[in-house]
Each structure stands twice: as C-alpha cells, then as structure tokens.
C-alpha cells in the first residue's frame, strides 16, 4: 500500500469545527422513522420513453437519510445496466435530500440504454454512534446498502447481470471510488449485508487524497470540520481514507475500471487530485480515464458530463 507522505500539522478548533458544521447544517439524531409503505411506482415519460419511477424509496438502517429515487424500465421490458449517481455537499446529506441534485446529462444516460437511480446518505451532520458525526464506514456502508438494494431488491430482473455503474460528484465522487475499491473490505461492509460490485465507477471532481486535498486548502475551516468527522477524528492522513491508497492489486483484490473528470480550474478540488488518483491506478494496472475541462470552477463541474461520452466510454465496460 502506497503511504502519502506526512503534511505539516494543522489546527482546527473544535469550537471553529462546531461552528463551521451549525452552518452546513443541524446535526440531526441518528433517528428510525417510522415504519412508511414502500412508494408506489408511477410512470414517467422523459425523452419519448417511459419508465418505471419510484421516488424517496428508504433502504438499509432506514435513517431520514437513508432513500434513494430510481429509474427503470416497464416491467416485461429489456433489462438494462444500471448507474447510481452519489451526490457531494462535503460528505452530508441536508434534509431536503441532495438525491434532487442529479445532473441532467447523467439522467439523461435514460435514453442511452440505462436504468438510474440516485442516492442519499448518512453523512458528517448527522450523528450514527451516540453523539459521534457518522464517519467514513458508516457513510461507507449507507451507500454499499443503497446499491446492494437498488441490484438485488429493488427489480434485479430489470438490471443487466447486477451491471452496475457508480457515478458521483465530489465527495460524492469521492465515495463512489471508496465504495467500488472498498467491494468486500470487512472494515467497510454493507451494514445491510447487501454488497455488490460496481462494473466501473466515475468521479467528477471528486477528492482522491485527503492528506493531499488539506495541505492544498489551509485555513478551509469547512474542509477541516469535515474532513475531522468524516475520519472519526481529524486524520486526512490515514491512508485508509484515500482512494489513492486503496487500488485493490496492492491489497489483493480487483477494482473496475476509473473513469475521471476534472477541472484545471476547480478551486475546491485541484486539479492535482486526478493527476495522484491516474498515477495510483496506472501502478497498480488499472484501467483510468481522464477527461481534462479548463475554465469550469467546482459547482460548474457538476454540469460538465457529456452524456454521448459517458455511455460510450460505460458501454465499453
């Protein structure tokens, strides 16, 4: 396993972490609702084409959190490969559920042949153990369970094979590299048990080294309150928090195919973050992709998926 090298220490106040994170949002209890009936399926015409839409379906532990929207052909229609978007917001999910930030042109892969879902999630506002901000293997594992449910239990005989395709944007860029490089890890297990692996996983502008990502963004006290909960402690250093640090060949498993997207303009998440995770994944034999956009900052990028690009390079897997 590839270590990063040590950053000079930085401190962040955990009144400065509190405040930061009483901005983002209010921590909320690691709450069960209520038991809700399963949402009816409607049906949705988009593009010319129907489907088959459920919308706010919970999943796994069944935290407020815990739901996902979802896609999929009519019934008795072609089973399709599935993509599953993972929204960003610094590793949190805020009550009106980021699911709702699905890229249009990922949407879009609907009429390319694909079913789609997109997920929310536990995340660094809201409290998993006791008073404890839920950190990587808990958020780790909502988004294993949400995939899990979405191939094995959502309409597995609509889904190619369990072909499934992660596609995130930021953190969410972010965690779906860790979900697919993590696929059968005992620290990082599905807390439903349900765990599938995804065919190939695209990050926009997501971080692929913390260390890295915090030497690069000093004094970024919403970083550094993130980054703190997110690793159980503030530790952007642990390797096991990197992608860059979990390309399966060094660790005796098999990760699918990376495919990339980055901005060389991105003052969130510099451009240097793609160049560590293309290095990473050519030593360990993976195959990477890495498309290159100049003069988009970090909320632009969310924007910058060709659809015709990413079904063509999905089909090709």
């Given at each position: 396993?590839?270590?990063?090298?040590?950053?000079?220490h930085?401190?962040v106040?955990?009144?400065?972490i509190?405040?930061i994170?009483?901005?983002?949002a209010?921590v909320?209890p690691a709450?069960?609702?209520?038991?809700?009936?399963?949402?009816?399926?409607?049906?949705e015409?988009?593009g010319?084409q129907?489907?088959?839409f459920?919308e706010g379906?919970r999943?796994g532990?069944q935290a407020?959190?815990?739901?996902?929207?979802?896609w999929?052909p009519?019934?008795?229609?072609?089973a399709?490969p599935?993509?599953?978007?993972?929204h960003?917001?610094?590793?949190?999910?805020q009550d009106g559920?980021?699911r709702?930030?699905?890229?249009?042109?990922?949407?879009?892969l609907?009429?390319s042949?694909y079913a789609v879902?997109?997920?929310?999630?536990?995340?660094v506002?809201q409290?998993c153990?006791?008073?404890t901000?839920c950190?990587?293997?808990?958020i780790?594992?909502?988004?294993?369970?949400a995939i899990?449910q979405?191939?094995?239990?959502?309409?597995p005989?609509?889904?190619?094979n369990?072909?499934?395709h992660?596609?995130?944007f930021?953190?969410?860029g972010?965690?779906?590299?860790?979900?697919a490089?993590t696929f059968?890890?005992p620290g990082?297990p599905s807390?439903?048990g349900?765990e599938?692996?995804p065919?190939t996983v695209?990050?926009i502008a997501?971080p692929t080294d913390?260390?890295q990502?915090?030497?690069?963004?000093?004094?970024?006290?919403?970083l550094?309150?993130?980054?703190?909960n997110?690793?159980?402690g503030?530790?952007?250093?642990n390797?096991?928090?990197?992608?860059?640090?979990q390309?399966a060949?060094n660790?005796?498993?098999?990760?699918p195919?990376?495919?990339?997207?980055?901005?060389?303009?991105d003052?969130l998440?510099?451009?240097?973050?793609?160049?560590r995770m293309?290095s990473?994944a050519?030593?360990?034999?993976?195959p990477?992709?890495?498309?290159?956009?100049?003069?988009v900052?970090?909320?632009?990028m969310r924007?910058?998926?060709?659809?015709?690009?990413?079904?063509?390079w999905?089909?090709?897997?």
């Amino acid at each position: 396993m590839r270590r990063p090298q040590r950053v000079a220490h930085r401190t962040v106040t955990r009144v400065s972490i509190l405040a930061i994170l009483s901005a983002l949002a209010v921590v909320a209890p690691a709450c069960t609702p209520p038991d809700t009936p399963t949402p009816a399926p409607v049906i949705e015409v988009y593009g010319g084409q129907s489907f088959e839409f459920r919308e706010g379906v919970r999943y796994g532990a069944q935290a407020v959190q815990n739901k996902y929207d979802v896609w999929l052909p009519l019934a008795g229609a072609p089973a399709r490969p599935l993509v599953v978007f993972i929204h960003g917001g610094f590793w949190a999910t805020q009550d009106g559920g980021d699911r709702k930030t699905l890229p249009p042109q990922v949407k879009a892969l609907l009429l390319s042949g694909y079913a789609v879902a997109s997920i929310d999630y536990r995340g660094v506002t809201q409290t998993c153990y006791a008073s404890t901000p839920c950190s990587q293997p808990a958020i780790l594992g909502d988004v294993k369970d949400a995939i899990g449910q979405l191939a094995y239990n959502e309409a597995p005989s609509r889904v190619i094979n369990n072909k499934v395709h992660l596609v995130g944007f930021s953190a969410g860029g972010h965690l779906a590299l860790m979900a697919a490089m993590t696929f059968g890890d005992p620290g990082y297990p599905s807390g439903s048990g349900l765990e599938v692996r995804p065919t190939t996983v695209t990050s926009i502008a997501g971080p692929t080294d913390l260390e890295q990502l915090w030497a690069d963004s000093p004094g970024n006290l919403l970083l550094g309150a993130a980054l703190t909960n997110y690793g159980g402690g503030y530790q952007p250093n642990n390797p096991v928090h990197s992608p860059v640090s979990q390309t399966a060949p060094n660790l005796g498993r098999t990760d699918p195919p990376i495919n990339l997207l980055y901005g060389t303009n991105d003052e969130l998440v510099p451009y240097n973050q793609a160049t560590r995770m293309v290095s990473a994944a050519n030593s360990a034999g993976i195959p990477v992709t890495l498309t290159t956009v100049g003069g988009v900052n970090h909320d632009g990028m969310r924007l910058q998926v060709n659809t015709a690009n990413l079904a063509t390079w999905l089909a090709a897997h």
